[in-house]
């Protein structure tokens, strides 16, 4: 049985094996939320429409038919974390890092190098210990960044998420800042590095419409991420063919930590919205620059180009671009294989004294 199935079947396991007095109350609930969701589609619709002709008029959105194939070397980097434990406050943060690295073009065999290990965090010292996971994988994901860009190989890099990550500030921001400017820094100099951002939660290019452009519907859009879909969806009704993607925005421009603080560290942060075709995931791609993107706009249109045509290139219909796809994949740690990991430390850490005994099983 495949793995989505067995999840499908546990999930259908798990909604019989709740109480019906419970049920019968959740799914009127959902059925009215779910009206109220339709409603509200149904607004976004009719709003697309003006959305769209105002920006038309503006020359806004873009399209880029003619790929030319490169042999060029590209490669693919992600991150992915597990927490287990918690009792008494003892977390275990199983983390992994992976490389793919294609050399000589699309065709190549990829090579791949996987960083992984295990870092305890006591929540007494740090309370948030989910964020905690995450800048200890970030950390190794910079360190990969970083021992790329050092062996001066030109490249394409992407990255699986946006470059400024966490997109948010943290109480240990200044050094992990530091750390990751060094990395970025170090690999742009000989490559293009892009950022592919797969679930988007800001409003930059909402903001950006009704201040620039008088666009005052984009305001009913949740998310960027929403107002795209609903954008890109209703241009590809016109049977557009080839890549369709929006201009580029400087997020350095912004007054928000902690792009602020990159842009201190050297680091500028430009951004769009990229579909290869109508059936392709909608993403944010983010590209760094050690230079003010204002002051050589030649340059990033330059560098934005070649990113149209790598993306363009290395992404298969239906599918994430494949550097990242096999990054993903590579990394993935599941749920179920730390907790065997932790079940592991635990047994390891069994002794003959019966009151310890006690104590490791209701850690588990």
């Not at 909604?15 to 976004?44: H, M, W």
Request: hydrophobic fraction near 40%; charged fraction near 30%; proline fraction near 4%.
């Amino acid at each position: 049985m495949e793995y989505e199935e067995l999840k499908e079947r546990l999930k259908r396991i798990e909604f019989n094996k709740t109480e019906p007095e419970t049920l019968i109350q959740l799914i009127d609930s959902a059925q009215r939320k779910g009206e109220k969701v339709q409603g509200e589609l149904k607004k976004l619709r009719n709003l697309t429409e003006k959305i769209i002709e105002t920006l038309n008029q503006k020359d806004y959105f873009k399209l880029n038919k003619n790929v030319i194939e490169n042999k060029v070397v590209a490669i693919g980097i992600d991150g992915s974390n597990q927490l287990v434990g918690g009792i008494g406050g003892k977390w275990y943060c199983f983390w992994s890092v992976a490389m793919i690295i294609f050399k000589d073009g699309i065709n190549s065999i990829p090579g791949v190098q996987v960083s992984a290990g295990i870092e305890e965090i006591d929540e007494q010292k740090n309370p948030n210990v989910m964020l905690e996971a995450e800048i200890g994988m970030l950390t190794a994901e910079s360190k990969a960044i970083l021992n790329w860009g050092s062996r001066g190989i030109e490249s394409f890099v992407f990255i699986d998420g946006p470059i400024v990550d966490p997109p948010f500030s943290f109480h240990s921001d200044r050094e992990y800042i530091k750390y990751r400017c060094r990395a970025l820094k170090e690999c742009i100099k000989n490559s293009i590095v892009i950022g592919c951002v797969k679930k988007v939660r800001d409003r930059f290019f909402i903001d950006i419409m009704k201040e620039d452009y008088g666009i005052k519907e984009v305001e009913n859009f949740p998310t960027d991420q929403h107002l795209m879909l609903f954008l890109f969806k209703k241009l590809r009704q016109r049977n557009l063919v080839g890549s369709l993607y929006t201009p580029w925005f400087d997020l350095s421009k912004l007054d928000l930590a902690p792009y602020k603080e990159y842009k201190k560290e050297g680091i500028y942060v430009v951004t769009f919205f990229y579909e290869k075709e109508i059936n392709s995931n909608i993403l944010r791609i983010d590209v760094p620059f050690d230079f003010q993107p204002s002051e050589n706009i030649a340059l990033v249109e330059l560098k934005i180009g070649k990113i149209i045509n790598a993306l363009d290139q290395w992404t298969y219909p239906g599918q994430d671009p494949l550097p990242i796809l096999l990054a993903h994949e590579k990394c993935n740690i599941r749920k179920g294989a730390a907790e065997i990991l932790y079940e592991e430390i635990l047994t390891k850490s069994k002794s003959l004294d019966p009151l310890e005994q006690l104590i490791t099983s209701k850690m588990r």
